[in-house]
């Protein structure tokens, strides 16, 4: 391992190479490495002419506070097994970010098992992630359809409708055009579109199926996107209505809103939920951030706070918040509330829902106004990412 370890963008040749490479890691082939090969950037470490790490990079918006905002998505990283212990996982991460970083990327999110790791390079989660699974029979006696209609395929409408709802979540990819394709390419998804007769779409679901060897089959949610309550009950009547084929409906990580329907319908609470890895946020560039983030337009205010820097500094800012719009700027005044920049990015994702969950993750602050004001200023909406990369 004494030869020279260089970091590069893979041309054809290394892209095949970490292809080989990623089955080895992981155990089996990765799927998104062929599907985002037009797509995604990715960058490789090469050690005597051997690839021996890397990882793919998206350039798209996430939602927050309801304006897009440019991230740097990471997925499929890998190190291979007899590299490993080495840190070349953080400068693997480097190396992936900087060319994002070029193309105008303020922050990143990651999804990994490997969170102590993430953490130790300043991404942190903002919310538990939950695949939950349901009996069909429970959603069938629970939940009725009322009058909508059920149509099959998926449409520009719908499309929008996804973009729509996508704003009233703090974490949602603003899907580029390419995405639902890869999507139903990658999962052979059916899509289902909902409405009252005469009425526009108000709610999109797409699912996935696996035929059972003996009888029936596995259902899948990947999409479930309601505009209202009512909807989003008949969404679940329909997946109901699958009880003659499927015993229990799967929503995978991260697919079910955290919105309580689902808790408030069933008749006999029987659900099973099962804990994730977490979807994780690291603020890039902090002014940023907070210009291009979308801010309550009803909120007026000044918090001086104190922020780890990435170095492990620390700096006075003063965030402003006014009309809808934020900046944060340099100051000499005294902190009220202090942040690490893990910290920032949970608070950033609207992860704090009151001051006593800030307090309880370990953020210090020498006034409970101003902490309850930061908390707040951020938790218009909730944190929810369902999309996978």
């Known amino acids: 391992m004494n ?5 590069t963008r893979a041309d054809d040749g290394l892209w095949e190479q970490y292809d080989q490479l990623a089955t080895r890691a992981y155990g089996h082939p990765i799927a998104d490495i062929t599907h985002l090969r037009e797509r995604a950037d990715l960058q490789v470490a090469v050690r005597g002419g051997r690839v021996v790490a890397g990882g793919l990079g998206l350039l798209v918006d996430q939602f927050f506070g309801g304006a897009p905002v440019p991230s740097a998505c990471l997925g499929d990283g890998c190190v291979a097994p007899e590299e490993r212990g080495g840190h070349l996982a953080t400068d693997m991460a480097a190396a992936r970010l900087r060319p994002l970083l070029e193309r105008g990327a303020v922050i990143s999110t990651i999804v990994t098992s490997s969170t102590g790791y993430a953490r130790r390079l300043g991404w942190e989660a903002p919310v538990n992630v939950f695949a939950w699974t349901v009996a069909t029979d429970d959603l069938k006696r629970s939940f009725t359809g009322e009058d909508f209609e059920i149509e099959h395929g998926l449409t ?44 526009s779409t108000a709610g999109l679901l797409t699912l996935t199926t696996k035929r059972h060897e003996r009888h029936g089959m596995s259902l899948v949610v990947h999409d479930f996107w309601a505009a209202s ?22 929503f995978r990580r991260g697919a079910l809103p955290p919105y309580p329907t689902l808790l408030h319908g069933l008749r006999h609470h029987r659900a099973a939920a099962e804990g994730w890895h977490p979807w994780m946020l690291r603020i890039l560039d902090i002014p940023e951030a907070i210009r291009l983030r979308g801010w309550p337009a009803d909120l007026t205010t000044a918090v001086p706070i104190e922020i780890e820097s990435e170095t492990g500094d620390w700096a006075r800012w003063m965030l402003q918040v006014s009309d809808g719009a934020a900046e944060i700027i340099p100051t000499h005044v005294e902190a009220q509330v202090t942040v690490t920049r893990r910290q920032l990015a949970v608070w950033y994702a609207g992860g704090y829902r009151s001051a006593t969950s800030a307090r309880m993750s370990g953020v210090h602050a020498t006034s409970e106004k101003a902490l309850t004001t930061l908390a707040h200023s951020t938790a218009q909406f909730e944190p929810w990412l369902p999309d996978h990369f």
């Open 3 to 7: 030869q020279q370890l260089t970091f």
């Open 156 to 199: 520009n409408e719908a499309e929008s409708l996804q973009h729509q709802l996508a704003r009233q979540w703090n974490g949602p990819i603003h899907r580029p055009a390419w995405w639902t394709r890869w999507k139903q390419d990658k999962s052979n998804l059916t899509a289902y579109r909902f409405a009252r007769p005469g009425h």
């Open 229 to 250: 309550q009512p909807t989003a009950a008949a969404m679940l009547a329909f997946l109901g209505r699958h009880n003659t084929r499927a015993r229990t409906i799967e």
